[in-house]
């Protein structure tokens, strides 16, 4: 299971609502005719390619390696076509549509490597109880969540990530085909990582209370066999729809949850279709224990003796693994994603500098309740300054350490390193258009410092997926936001009215003298 209070993996979700969200509501603005919630035959939808050029004049351009200061960047179609001086980018492009960039800074798109989209409607709830959630509510809330409602909440998710400078999202849960063309809506570049568990005597994350009746596993191939087929339907529908912004992984939920039979169809599905795969690891000491006692093994053991490990496989958390088993993940070039802001709300930072030191590639994820891959960066550069313990403390990493990691590193786990993750010519035009004249950001020593230290989402004005415009001075061009919100709005209030009669929230202060 997801880090999360959200049941992901969940199909059975019955509907229950009373907000009659329309088609035209949920979709309102992308000129969409299909279901939001059917998987949709690949390509029926597909958009046109951009036909506009577009020239960004006058600008500075920010990778993790280099800064460029006063030029231009041109985008052709889909691609970065050109950047350079700008006179001479606009003689070589003298139809195109300029852009002023002065006064703003492009940035490479952020690849948010660890999403779970709907459990935005947990937000102030699921942030603050500990992993797994700690507090015992009377209903839980996402039972109320009718399919359409779940997906208008993965689309709020959706919204906040371009919002936050996301231009790619691994959305990571079961049953991704109900929101699956909704989510492509947006305009966002998506990994759909759909989770198979084959587990019949466990229900997610081990908690301290589960340990302790835990039984050993017992793995069933009937589980298997539904999980792997809704994850073969999800590929066979959606892998390489919409001109290739839409990829889907085969993945499982947890070490705790997978029998080794899931693991092999896992990693066999990948490398025989050239994919990556991704999982929740050692997320808590409980699921440490938990493997021990019934495999007499740690997880990352476990999944290294199951032949798990190795480049192709993003480990998200990492937060309680020993020596043993960071040598393991290092040796076997595992990518770790680590979500920053998530393992701060738990209480726990996992140790990012030896497991760079042991060699596993850094990508970085949002996991629950927020998208905000700004904030992810910033949490995740200050806290492995304190993990660091350095002679001089404060100097690594660097915010440029934290673009490379989100930027470049999340485009290696999404394997699709040569199209995405910087800003050079012949890679995807993804990009990000901040407003570098805030108040907050002027004076800049760098640009990139300023705004990782110090910037805010707002600060974002555009943001490019694919060559096209997602958001254009602020304004999100595929959806109509506006009515999502209102519509969000109401189920939150009603969910969370029904769910705080049943069980008012007691929120556990610290005592005061
Ligand atoms: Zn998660």
């Known amino acids: 299971m997801p880090d999360s209070t959200i049941d992901c993996s969940s199909s059975t979700q019955s509907p229950r609502s009373s907000v009659n969200l329309t088609r035209r509501q949920l979709l309102a603005g992308a000129g969409a005719g299909a279901a939001a919630l059917l998987i949709e035959p690949r390509g029926l939808k597909a958009q046109p390619p951009s036909s506009g050029t577009v020239v960004f004049s006058h600008t500075t351009v920010v990778n993790a390696d280099a800064v460029q200061h006063d030029v231009a960047l041109a985008v052709e179609g889909d691609k970065i076509a050109a950047i350079g001086e700008t006179d001479a980018i606009l003689g070589a492009y003298p139809r195109a549509a300029v852009y002023d960039g002065r006064g ?161 169809a896992v990693r066999d599905f990948a490398e025989k279709h050239d994919l990556g795969y991704t999982i929740h690891l050692a997320q808590t000491r409980w699921e440490v224990e938990y493997m021990l006692r019934h495999h007499g093994l740690r997880p990352s053991a476990y999944l290294a003796k199951h032949d798990f490990l190795g480049p192709r496989l993003f480990a998200a958390h990492c937060r309680y693994v020993d020596d043993s088993e960071i040598a393991l993940l290092g040796r076997s070039g595992t990518i770790v994603t680590h979500q920053a802001h998530m393992a701060g709300n738990r209480g726990v930072i996992p140790p990012i500098p030896a497991l760079r030191a042991a060699g596993c590639p850094i990508a970085q994820g ?45 485009a290696r786990a999404v394997r699709q390193e040569a199209l995405l993750g910087s800003l050079e010519v012949g890679k995807k035009a993804d990009l990000v258009v901040l407003d570098t004249q805030r108040t907050h950001l002027v004076p800049a020593g760098r640009i990139l410092s300023a705004w990782i230290n110090n910037g805010q989402p707002s600060d974002i004005e555009s943001v490019l997926v694919d060559g096209q415009f997602v958001m254009r001075d602020r304004k999100i061009l595929t959806v109509d936001e506006e009515s999502l919100i209102a519509e969000a709005d109401k189920v939150g209030r009603r969910i969370w009215s029904q769910v705080e009669a049943a069980s008012p929230v007691t929120v556990p202060r610290l005592p005061r003298s």
């Open 104 to 264: 703003k800074a492009l940035l490479p798109g952020l690849i948010n490597c660890h999403a779970h989209l709907a459990a935005t409607l947990a937000r102030g709830f699921n942030e603050d109880f500990g992993f797994p959630n700690s507090y015992r509510l009377a209903i839980r809330p996402e039972s109320l969540l009718s399919d359409e409602e779940a997906t208008l909440m993965a689309v709020m998710g959706a919204l906040e990530s371009i919002r936050c400078g996301a231009t790619t999202v691994v959305e990571y849960t079961g049953s991704i085909g109900r929101s699956a063309a909704a989510l492509a809506d947006t305009g966002l570049r998506f990994v759909f990582a759909e989770s198979v568990r084959d587990v019949e005597n466990g229900a997610g994350p081990v908690s301290a209370e589960s340990l302790a009746r835990s039984e050993a596993p017992r793995f069933s191939p009937k589980l298997r066999d539904e999980g792997w087929k809704r994850a073969q339907d999800l590929f066979d529908a959606w892998h390489g729809a919409r001109e290739g912004r839409i990829r889907v992984f085969p993945t499982t939920a947890l070490a705790e949850d997978s029998s080794p039979e899931l693991l092999h």
């Open 366 to 410: 949002t996991d629950n309740n927020t998208n905000d891959m700004l904030e992810t960066m910033r949490i995740a550069l200050v806290t492995e300054r304190i993990l660091r313990d350095d002679a001089t403390p404060g100097r690594q990493p660097q915010p440029e350490d934290m673009l490379a990691d989100a930027a470049e590193g999340g």
